[in-house]
Structures are given as C-alpha cells and as structure tokens.
C-alpha cells in the first residue's frame, strides 16, 4: 500500500455484531471504510477481551482492505508471530505494555508486516523519539483502551500535534483512536492525523440488514475531517 497523508476510516470492529464478524466486515469496507480496525484485549493491560490469534484468522478472508490489528495485551512479544500469521497487515503494540518497545518493534517489522505503536493518553508524545526511524504509524488514544464508546480525552488534540512536527517528512501515518466522531475528527484530522479509528461512531444506528447507515456515518466523520484541513 503506498503511502499517503489522506483521512483514512478505520471502523473498530468492537462495535460490530459479535455474531456476524464476516457480514459486518464486508458492509463496512461496500460502505467505505479505508481499513479495519481490530481490537485485541488480554484482560490484563485492559480490563476486557476480545480476540486471540484464531479469531483474526477467520476475519482475514473478509478483509480487502487492510487489516490493522491493535494489541492492547501485556507480554505482547510472545504474541507477534501468531497475530502475523493470523492476516495483519499492521500491528500496534502499546509503549506501556512492556520494558522494551524498540525490540517489539524489531519483531513486528521482522513479520514482515508493518508495526505502530501506541501511546496511553497519560504518555507524552517524546515517548516515541527514538522509534520515528522504524515504525509506520503512531496511535495516539484518546481513550483509557478497554472499551468502545467512552468519551473523547481531548488532551490528544494537542499530543497529536506534537507527534505530527516529530516526524516530519518520514512516512508515518498518525492515528487516533477512542471517542472518534463528527465533532472530535475535525480536531484530530487538523492536528494531523489521517487514520481515524471509529467505533460506535460508525455503527450507530446501522446492521448488516441497514448497511447503508454504516456508510452515512463514515461519509459524516470524512467529510468533517476533510472540512478541517
Ligand atoms: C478502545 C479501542 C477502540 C474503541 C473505539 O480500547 O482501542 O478502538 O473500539 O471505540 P469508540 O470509537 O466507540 O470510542
Ligand atoms: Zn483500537
């Protein structure tokens, strides 16, 4: 996939039917989703589960976009090799889920798929200095990871900024994820993210039997971020 600074969705699919993952999937990328967001939990580094190795194998074939699989799980190192094997085009690790971030990293890229890291909102955008020249995206939350559907913390605003003057010219897309909507993607979108996860945002209100409701929702938070740059 070439790189490129357009706003990009990403619906979660926490926010899916938990029944009908492969219907869901195709729904949101017929109604516009750029990518798909998948949301690993351990019930450890967040307090909530969600998916192993196996389930992310299943979504795969539904996926033809990208898949960008968000590992919020504490040790992650020994998890890498099975979430690549497992169909993710990108894997996010978390700065705070372990002692050595640049070594996770070096495992992610040495998948052979590309690797983000994440920040928790109470972690400073510094945090990620001396892993700008080896990752492809920085996540910042803007939420306490572990649920979809909390309230934006809008301190992220301004972390995004930083990151965005940190990197530069290098190819690194910056995400947001957590309390992304139509009012809160306009103030990512122009501090300088371009992939922004959404949630509860995107499903709201839609199913796979009213899909179009899911491409209404992602057209809103587009355009709004769009309107911002
Ligand atoms: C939070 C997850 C998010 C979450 C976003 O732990 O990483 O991806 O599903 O959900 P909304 O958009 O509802 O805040
Ligand atoms: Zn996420």
Do not use: C
């Amino acid at each position: 996939m070439s790189f490129d600074r357009s706003i990009k969705i990403a619906p979660s699919i926490l926010s899916a039917d938990f029944a009908n993952f492969g219907q869901e999937i195709q729904a949101i990328e017929a109604q516009g989703a750029d990518w798909v967001h998948v949301d690993v939990m351990d019930g450890h580094f967040v307090p909530n589960l969600t998916f192993g190795p196996p389930a992310v194998k299943a979504f795969r074939p539904h996926v033809k976009t990208f898949m960008d699989v968000h590992l919020m799980i504490a040790p992650v190192d020994p998890y890498i090799e099975a979430y690549a094997e497992a169909g993710a085009d990108m894997i996010t690790a978390h700065i705070e889920a372990g002692p050595h971030i640049h070594r996770t990293i070096q495992a992610i890229k040495a998948q052979g798929v590309k690797a983000g890291v994440a920040l928790n909102p109470a972690t400073p955008a510094e945090a990620v200095e001396y892993l700008l020249d080896m990752v492809d995206m920085v996540l910042v939350m803007t939420v306490n990871p572990g649920f979809g559907g909390q309230k934006f913390i809008h301190s992220g605003v301004e972390k995004v900024h930083k990151v965005r003057q940190m990197i530069g010219d290098r190819e690194i897309h910056i995400q947001v994820d957590g309390g992304v909507d139509v009012n809160t993607a306009p103030l990512v979108a122009a501090a300088g993210a371009d992939s922004l996860v959404a949630g509860s945002a995107v499903f709201k209100g839609g199913s796979v039997h009213a899909p179009e409701v899911y491409g209404d929702n992602i057209r809103a938070i587009r355009a709004a971020a769009n309107a911002a740059l």
